[in-house]
């Protein structure tokens, strides 16, 4: 009977996830022929987005009418005005169409001159094939027959995007070699952060003899999961730098895990999924070496200041000042009768208070937000300086979204210098004390003041001695042509 039962659960699974896709597709296929015609009114004429800066300075949009967030619809918005291909643009745009194929875009680099003759041939002998890739890579095999055939110049925006956002903001920030390392921030081959994580999870997991648990590997769909989706350790990794403690990593794991398979988690998969998650901060440790103590060491820098009634500061490397802080309530739960029902339920409601020593909301959100808010303003920083360095060298403003940028192809070379001058700038060598340590010890004094001191000296102790140099790295390590693989 037990059989039958589970045989039907994972029918039922599986029918609701083929309903949930052909619902999924119809959606994106009403988008899509939405943005289409709308892109067909406005064809021609120049389109402008407001932006709204967050209290991290984050930049966010104010108008969707042609959506630059979904996956192939911004690729539909060109330059207001086509320009002439270089020889360089041209050798971006094809750069960027072979981006998914590794075999094919390793034949078209070693072409000896790249003449557009060269190219041309190159291109009509050598197509990737269309039907598993992004309608973007459809839209450029589309301009570069365009392009060859009747023009030579182009409106169609290349994208870039940077690998591993995040651990390369922390590595930056803790100085991390390792860290450093995978994230593509020193010479070297390229590396993938998550699959190192997906290796070294597996050796981790051996070592620890599977934490003594009763499972079997070989058919286990949780270890699987864990040493096999690069998903799996992308929001792992990133949600523990955001400080997300044991309970919040395993259900996401959960719900990969029914998402991936279509079946319901056993009890033995979520009990691999728990212990591991328990123990992530020592695999953090044995991964990167001493990245979870200067984690922790921000952390208790933060509580220092928080406990003196004082908001969290930090400055950015364009000069800004950000400040924020939350107010104290308590959770207050209240019962009650709903005679609709028939039955007695409850509702929830926070109000403010000015006892210090009672239990409040205030200390947690603070631990919650403090490093997503350090990540992300940091972020958004970085991404400023492109902007103005770009507008300075080019007068053109930079179409962009978060840690992504879009632009016309014989720009692309412009774009990777300035990348290059702001990671090997010396400021970027100590982050985390002049724009953390430096602005919270001025708001503090005496006892608190000296054991900022000393975190800020155990801090620099931890991190590692390297440079960046102009001379060996490579921003295409780090910011890569949409699709690279």
């Not at 994208?159 to 956002?165: H, K, L, N, R």
């Not at 009990?271 to 984690?295: A, H, R, V």
């Not at 709903?338 to 239990?359: C, E, F, M, V, W």
Request: net charge positive; aromatic share 12%.
């Amino acid at each position: 009977m037990c059989k039958v039962l589970h045989s039907e659960s994972h029918a039922n699974a599986a029918k609701n996830k083929s309903r949930h896709d052909l619902v999924k597709k119809r959606s994106m296929r009403q988008l899509l022929l939405t943005s289409i015609e709308i892109g067909g009114l406005y064809k021609n004429y120049p389109l402008y987005y407001e932006t709204l800066l967050n209290f991290r300075l984050r930049m966010y949009l104010l108008q969707y009418l042609m959506s630059r967030t979904s996956g192939y619809l911004k690729n539909i918005l060109e330059e207001s005005k086509s320009r002439t291909l270089t020889q360089k643009g041209m050798t971006h745009m094809l750069e960027t169409y072979y981006s998914p194929n590794p075999l094919l875009l390793k034949g078209f680099n070693n072409l000896i001159s790249k003449s557009n003759k060269e190219m041309f041939q190159y291109f009509q002998e050598n197509k990737i094939n269309l039907e598993k890739e992004p309608l973007y890579f459809e839209l450029l095999e589309l301009e570069l027959n365009d392009v060859f055939c009747n023009k030579q110049e182009t409106s169609l925006q290349l994208e870039i995007d940077q690998v591993g956002s995040g651990p390369t903001l922390v590595a930056l920030l803790t100085q991390n070699k390792v860290l450093t390392e995978k994230c593509n921030l020193l010479e070297g081959k390229f590396h993938c952060v998550y699959k190192y994580l997906l290796h070294e999870t597996k050796q981790y997991l051996q070592e620890n003899n599977y934490f003594d648990l009763d499972i079997d590997i070989h058919n286990s769909k949780a270890f699987e999961l864990l040493t096999q989706d690069r998903k799996a350790q992308k929001y792992a990794l990133m949600c523990y730098f955001y400080n997300e403690k044991h309970r919040g990593r395993t259900l996401r794991w959960k719900e990969q895990f029914e998402e991936k398979f279509g079946t319901t988690v056993t009890s033995n998969d979520y009990e691999l999924f728990s212990k591991f998650s328990i123990n992530y901060s020592k695999f953090m440790e044995k991964c990167f070496p001493n990245l979870t103590t200067q984690l922790d060491i921000l952390n208790e820098a933060m509580t220092i200041v928080i406990k003196q009634d004082l908001p969290i500061k930090f400055s950015t490397l364009d000069g800004c000042i950000l400040s924020w802080d939350f107010e104290k309530t308590i959770e207050i739960k209240r019962n009650y009768f709903n005679p609709a029902s028939g039955s007695h339920t409850q509702y929830k409601y926070r109000i403010l208070i000015t006892d210090s020593t009672s239990k409040n909301s205030r200390t947690k959100k603070h631990q919650t937000s403090f490093r997503p808010n350090f990540i992300h303003a940091l972020d958004a920083t970085i991404m400023r300086i492109f902007l103005q360095n770009f507008y300075k060298t080019t007068k053109k403003r930079l179409n962009h979204l978060h840690d992504c940028v879009m632009l016309h192809p014989n720009d692309v070379d412009i774009f990777y210098n300035i990348v290059s001058d702001v990671y090997c700038d010396p400021r970027m060598k100590t982050l985390a004390v002049d724009l953390f340590f430096f602005r919270i010890k001025k708001d503090v004094v005496g006892e608190p003041l000296s054991k900022i001191e000393k975190l800020k000296k155990k801090f620099c102790e931890n991190m590692d001695l390297f440079e960046l140099s102009v001379d060996t790295f490579d921003p295409k390590k780090c910011y890569r042509f949409e699709g690279a693989k």
